[in-house]
Each structure stands twice: as C-alpha cells, then as structure tokens.
C-alpha cells in the first residue's frame, strides 16, 4: 500500500521500489480491494524479496517491521514504520492501516523533495 501511495502522490517525481523481507505469495486481495476504493490499483504488483542491492541504490528506506532481517548501509536514510499488519484483517481495519499510510507517504514526500 505505500509504494501505492508513493507512485500515486509523487508520480515519477521519486522512484519507488518495494519489497520485503519475507514477503507474501501474492498481495493481501483486502489491501487491493481498500485501495481500489481510492483510485489506486495495485493489482499489478508482485512481492518481491528485499535485496541488498535494492537496498544500497536507495536514498530512503522505509522499513515496517523487518527488524536485523533488513541490509544497514551507512549514508542511507531508514524510517521504521510502526503499522499494525493487514495481513488476515477485515476491510474496515485495513482501510484504518491504509488512511495512516497515505498520511506517513505525505510527510515523507514534504520531506524529501524540493519546493
């Protein structure tokens, strides 16, 4: 839902990779459906596995919970975000996770790009 958020948002103003450190077999069909609500549509995305490469050509690495599992390289930026997972949650309780991602995603833009 945030690299949605963040392609939405930003548009090709920031290039947005997302991965995991353990990532599903296929998106979360309620995070899909609670993003189809807003206009986003993420059905094409694919869980990947988070690489250390992926990891090193970043500026920006924003983590949700993934702990010693994810690559440290000194110089890159990296945010924890503490969110509650969708994973086996009714829609009302991912449209919540979703609202509060769309508002971290805002911030984080104001932050990183220029005026």
């Given at each position: 839902?945030?690299?949605?958020?963040?392609?939405?948002l930003?548009?090709?103003?920031?290039?947005?990779?997302?991965?995991?450190?353990?990532p599903?077999?296929?998106?979360?069909?309620?995070?899909?459906?609670?993003?189809?609500?807003?206009?986003?549509?993420?059905?094409?995305?694919?869980?990947?596995?988070?690489?250390?490469?992926?990891?090193?050509?970043?500026?920006?690495?924003?983590?949700?919970?993934?702990?010693?599992?994810?690559?440290?390289?000194?110089g890159?930026?990296?945010?924890?975000?503490?969110?509650?997972d969708?994973?086996?949650?009714?829609?009302?309780?991912?449209?919540?996770?979703r609202?509060?991602?769309r508002?971290?995603?805002?911030?984080l833009?104001?932050?990183?790009?220029?005026?």
């Amino acid at each position: 839902m945030a690299a949605g958020w963040l392609t939405h948002l930003a548009g090709d103003r920031i290039e947005v990779r997302s991965a995991g450190s353990a990532p599903a077999e296929r998106i979360n069909p309620v995070a899909v459906a609670a993003m189809a609500e807003v206009g986003i549509d993420i059905t094409a995305e694919r869980p990947k596995v988070l690489t250390p490469d992926a990891v090193q050509a970043s500026d920006v690495v924003i983590t949700m919970g993934c702990g010693d599992a994810c690559p440290i390289f000194p110089g890159k930026r990296y945010e924890d975000w503490a969110l509650d997972d969708p994973a086996g949650r009714g829609i009302e309780a991912v449209r919540a996770i979703r609202d509060e991602i769309r508002a971290r995603v805002e911030k984080l833009i104001a932050e990183v790009l220029p005026r």
